[in-house]
T-cell receptor, first 111, second 116 residues
């Protein structure tokens, strides 16, 4: 399983765009990149998933460069309710459903 | 909406007790998972199951066992609870589509277990 590295914590002001970068230097050809969000006292929830280039949904965008050794989760115009822990996961489904969550990035939005 | 429910939000047990944590999902998912979450350590996979009566060890299975007798229910068992098993326990399920793309995991609200 590819190991991921992401910042332990980040602060941002309301209304700003927030970018959280995840490094995954040993990502394998079949691996996808998936991000989850966890609010206090809740289980994580899926945000976005991609394989290459750019993916966008109603919540976030995911940017993946050509070498796929890193990825960036972009949250547009954050609000206080975006305060959460964000996890970057790398892996595929072949023969094993395991994904490693790691410790994530604690994002704090400041009013 | 997928719903994953866990039997208790908070549980207090004594050292040596046998503890059952129950998880139920209502979306006919094939896969179910048990994690524990501790400060500074993130989520760690204890066991998962990809079918009824099937189970696979995760990263930290020691001191735990699981049971999946019905598709919708996945139980985590602490045979003899110890203080180092005090933690937040999270259950999850996923569809089990197969193929290369990882399935989305849907999590329950968690059970905060304290072992005294």
């Amino acid at each position: 399983l590819a190991k991921t590295t992401q910042p332990i914590s980040m602060d941002s002001y309301e209304g700003q765009e927030v970018n959280i970068t995840c490094s995954h230097n040993n990502i394998a050809t079949n691996d996808y990149i998936t991000w989850y969000q966890q609010f206090p006292s809740q289980g994580p929830r899926f945000i976005i998933q991609g394989y290459k280039t750019k993916v966008t949904n109603e919540v976030a965008s995911l940017f993946i460069p050509a070498d796929r050794k890193s990825s960036t989760l972009s949250l547009p115009r954050v609000s206080l309710s975006d305060t959460a822990v964000y996890y970057c996961l790398v892996g595929d489904n072949f023969g094993n459903e395991k994904l490693t969550f790691g410790t994530g990035t604690r994002l704090t939005i400041i009013p | 909406d997928v719903k994953v429910t866990q039997s208790s939000r908070y549980l207090v047990k004594r050292t040596g007790e046998k503890v059952f944590l129950e998880c139920v999902q209502d979306m006919d998912h094939e896969n179910m998972f048990w994690y524990r979450q501790d400060p500074g350590l993130g989520l760690r996979l204890i066991y998962f199951s990809y079918d009824v009566k099937m189970k696979e060890k995760g990263d930290i299975p020691e001191g735990y066992s699981v049971s999946r007798e019905k598709k919708e229910r996945f139980s985590l068992i602490l045979e003899s609870a110890s203080t180092n098993q005090t933690s937040m326990y999270l259950c999850a399920s996923s569809l089990g589509l197969g193929g290369r793309r990882p399935d989305t995991q849907y999590f329950g609200p968690g059970t905060r277990l304290t072992v005294l």
